[in-house]
């Protein structure tokens, strides 16, 4: 294994202002060593359309560059890719409408992407929620020309059981027009609880390197969401726990985040913040863990 170089955040909250978002990502920097940031660009309850400051998001994006701080953003969770654009052709122009908003935002903040999650479906037909996620990405992609990319997050398996396995968002991303403007954003509670991450069992961590780098996964995946979970592996319920206080072994987390594959990536705590310095606990649980001071 080999020491990394750490790169850790969290999740921020902006309270109204972007700037307020990037103030507290400069006192966390200081306090805690902090070198990446996410936050919501739009309300998470919502995709109708935001009203943002254009002049804040510039601010914030001088900020980001100057302390070295790489930013990302996460999509509204109710937004939804898998919506079929003929049964439901007002809420597709919506979605796609709030997705391009996303990207926009993101990319005046100077966010490297936005977090979106694979999609969601209440029939049984796998491969038409598929279908209609590639539609909805085709219909973004050719027409976004910015910097920001759509990151697809792997699932924890609830409402429809799309995107848990590597080969889905690894072929959705082949199977797009345009590739390019696609990562991806793992998180390792949904990996456990999905199934996907055998990290209980011996070589369990090294079967899901083999088989991320196997369907080319990992080169694409610009964000880790460090993520430790109070349910079962294969449960499929999506509960985080604070780092280093789930059911995930240490060893298992140690063993992947010293691999070549995840070995300089961004990880994010998703976790509920205690007191002013939010997560010290946890980031000094990581450094201890991985041998940094």
Excluded at 84 to 111: C, N, R, Y
Aim: hydrophobic share 40%; net charge negative.
């Amino acid at each position: 294994m080999k020491t990394r170089q750490l790169h850790y955040g969290c999740h921020v909250k902006k309270h109204g202002s972007f700037i307020h978002a990037v103030d507290e990502a400069l006192r966390l920097q200081e306090a805690e060593g902090v070198s990446c940031i996410q936050l919501f660009g739009k309300n998470p309850r919502s995709i109708e359309q935001h009203q943002w400051s254009q002049r804040d998001a510039a601010i914030c994006k001088d900020k980001l560059q100057q302390a070295g701080i790489r930013c990302f953003t996460h999509s509204a969770y109710v937004l939804n890719l898998a919506i079929h654009v003929s049964d439901q052709p007002e809420w597709f122009q919506k979605t796609a409408a709030s997705l391009m908003q996303e990207l926009i935002i993101a990319d005046a903040l100077g966010a490297q992407g936005v977090v979106v999650h694979f999609g969601t479906i209440k029939h049984q037909n796998k491969l038409q929620g598929y279908q209609d996620i590639l539609t909805m990405l085709n219909t973004i992609t050719p027409v976004w020309n910015g910097s920001a990319r759509i990151l697809l997050e792997n699932q924890a398996g609830m409402h429809g059981g799309l995107g848990i396995m590597f080969e889905e968002l690894t072929n959705i991303r082949k199977l797009c027009m345009h590739p390019e403007k696609i990562g991806f954003c793992f998180d390792t509670c949904h990996a456990y609880v999905s199934g996907l991450w055998r990290a209980d069992e011996a070589g369990g961590t090294a079967e899901l390197l083999k088989s991320g780098a196997e369907h080319g996964f990992w080169p694409h995946v610009e964000l880790i969401h460090l993520n430790d979970t109070l349910e079962a592996a294969g449960s499929k319920k999506d509960r985080h726990a604070r780092f280093g206080t789930g059911i995930i072994s240490q060893a298992a987390f140690k063993e992947l985040l010293t691999s070549e594959e995840l070995l300089h990536k961004p990880m994010i705590l998703e976790t509920e913040p205690i007191g002013p310095q939010l997560h010290a606990d946890e980031w000094e649980q990581l450094r201890s863990l991985l041998n940094e001071k």
